[in-house]
């Protein structure tokens, strides 16, 4: 008889999960607070616009590839890769940066800018690219059942990278730079981590071979949920069930086991197996009712940046303005440093604008556009009061008219915003944290919420809280190292 498996959340680590398992035999079921699938990755459709939720591309397409091939299934979702990777803006500047994989378009950028800057960033990706090689397949691929056994990792990668983990992401990035250009645009990709690169770790330069060098960025035909009705169509094939609009708030457990979850209407749900994919750290705290993860011990974890993400539709087209859009204002360092923890250094912030009707006509009415800006911001733990939102939109709204020399407040049909307040309670994220746990060297590898439970041998996690972290391939791998755990507890 097939094992029966409950996965409380269906964002990509959960789908993911449920597909490799189900695609094995194993009968699955998920239970999601949501009215629809995807987590964060997920959907806003009115008004005749589509857009886009949380991410807006992804790197590593290979992991995808992983996860189809270990399926036994086609790629149900046809991507393509971004050329340019996306650009960058400078206020007071006409100047647009490209940002191409081709570093010789990309040197051309950078003319009268930065002295040397091929030479430059060859040996910056150079030393990103053996970070990657000496890191990825030994410390985030694989599962550790104990720290010690995850020091020992540490300890088999070449001592030549040593005093990379002594510095930031931006002592890192800058030294090889002078201008304060390659060095704000090199350093960007930090913010990916739901961090700033002051305060992300240097070790975390690989991305840049990744960005640059390795695999670059692709978008989905169709926007990004398409990933998520492709999975979900993919999983049904396979009898797969769900249950929307189901919270789970408590559970029943015996002889080391969770036997059942208790969703908000008092339903229970049964299994012989479940996987968490709601956030690790504060599943085991809020419904498990974990010391070790009360609110206190929460509070005391270093959490990822909040976002302000808001969504406009407008009755005009914007020619002028490419599919990935990044603004830096002229005070990137003082922001970014005080991001987390100073609401006063937003009046002019760095934003970044999506147009995902730009190649994709579909997500726009004719003669409209789909605009997702996002921002980072304090997440609920130092910002608790979002009165202002409407103020500091609009201050976005109106940078980026003024830059482009188009009034589009005038032009605008539809919007709707999200803050952190409204990051935590839909998606439950802990304070609004937007990617869960940040990854300090504290809270990375075997120093992370396992993806296994420590008391109930049937229960297992994945997605950003737990290994290997935040970002579509990383809820990838993660799915895999999960569904391991699953195998070897069988």
């Known amino acids: 008889m097939s094992k029966t498996v409950v996965i409380v959340g269906t964002g990509l680590g959960g789908l993911s999960t449920g597909l490799r398992l189900a695609t094995r035999g194993y009968k699955v079921k998920f239970v999601e607070k949501a009215p629809q699938p995807g987590g964060r990755l997920n959907q806003i459709k009115k008004d005749g616009f589509t857009f886009d939720i949380g991410p807006i591309f992804f790197s590593m397409p290979y992991e995808f590839e992983e996860l189809i091939k270990d399926c036994g299934i086609e790629m149900p979702f046809d991507f ?8 960058v803006n400078f206020r007071g500047s006409d100047r647009k940066f490209s940002l191409y994989k081709d570093i010789d378009k990309l040197s051309e950028q950078f003319e009268g800018v930065e002295p040397n800057f091929k030479t430059k960033l060859t040996a910056y990706l150079k030393k990103c690219e053996a970070l990657y090689n000496d890191t990825v397949n030994m410390v985030i691929k694989q599962n550790f059942d104990s720290i010690p056994s995850y020091l020992m990792a540490l300890m088999k990668v070449n001592p030549v990278h040593l005093p990379v983990l002594l510095k930031t992401f931006w002592k890192q990035s800058s030294s090889y730079f002078e201008s304060k250009e390659a060095q704000q645009i090199v350093s960007l990709i ?19 071979h990744i960005e640059f060098s390795h695999t670059g960025y692709y978008n989905v035909k169709g926007g990004m949920y398409t990933i998520v009705t492709s999975l979900v169509n993919e999983l049904s094939k396979h009898n797969v069930s769900f249950e929307y609009n189901t919270e789970i708030v408590d559970f029943k457990a015996t002889n080391n086991k ?60 914007l020619p002028q303005v490419e599919h990935h859009n990044y603004f830096l204002g002229d005070n990137y360092e003082t922001y970014a440093k005080d991001v987390m923890v100073n609401p006063g250094t937003l009046e002019k912030p760095y934003y970044y604008v999506n147009v995902l009707s730009k190649h994709n006509s579909e997500c726009a009415p004719n003669g409209c ?11 609920l733990i130092y910002k608790t009061d979002w009165a202002d939102k409407d103020e500091m939109i609009n201050s976005i709204l109106e940078d980026f ?12 049909i539809f919007k709707m915003e999200y803050t952190p307040e409204d990051w935590q309670n839909q998606f439950n994220l802990y304070k609004g944290a937007g990617l869960g746990l940040s ?9 992370r919420p396992k993806n296994y439970d420590e008391k109930f041998k049937n229960t297992f996690y994945v997605g950003s809280s737990t290994i290997p972290g935040a970002g579509l391939p990383m809820a990838v791998i993660s799915s895999k190292l999960t569904a391991e755990r699953v195998y070897d507890y069988e």
């Not at 393509?80 to 650009?87: C, K, N, S």
């Not at 930090?190 to 840049?208: E, H, I, Q, W």
């Open 80 to 87: 393509v890769e971004l050329d340019p990777l996306y650009t």
């Open 190 to 208: 930090a913010f990916f981590l739901g961090r700033t690169p002051f305060d992300t770790n240097a070790v975390y330069t690989l991305l840049s």
């Open 258 to 317: 969770i036997t059942s979850l208790t969703d908000q209407n008092g339903k229970t749900h049964e299994a012989d197996i479940f996987v968490i994919n709601a956030d690790a750290a504060l599943f085991r705290g809020t419904v498990l009712n974990r010391k070790k993860f009360s609110d206190k011990k929460l509070s005391k974890m270093t959490w990822t940046m909040g976002y302000l993400t808001f969504y406009v539709g407008v009755k005009t087209q």
């Open 369 to 379: 556009e789909a605009l997702f800006f996002v921002c980072p911001v304090p997440n």
């Open 401 to 412: 008219s003024e830059r482009f020399k188009q009034d589009i407040s005038k032009d605008i």
């Open 439 to 447: 990854h300090s060297m504290l809270q990375i590898g075997a120093l």
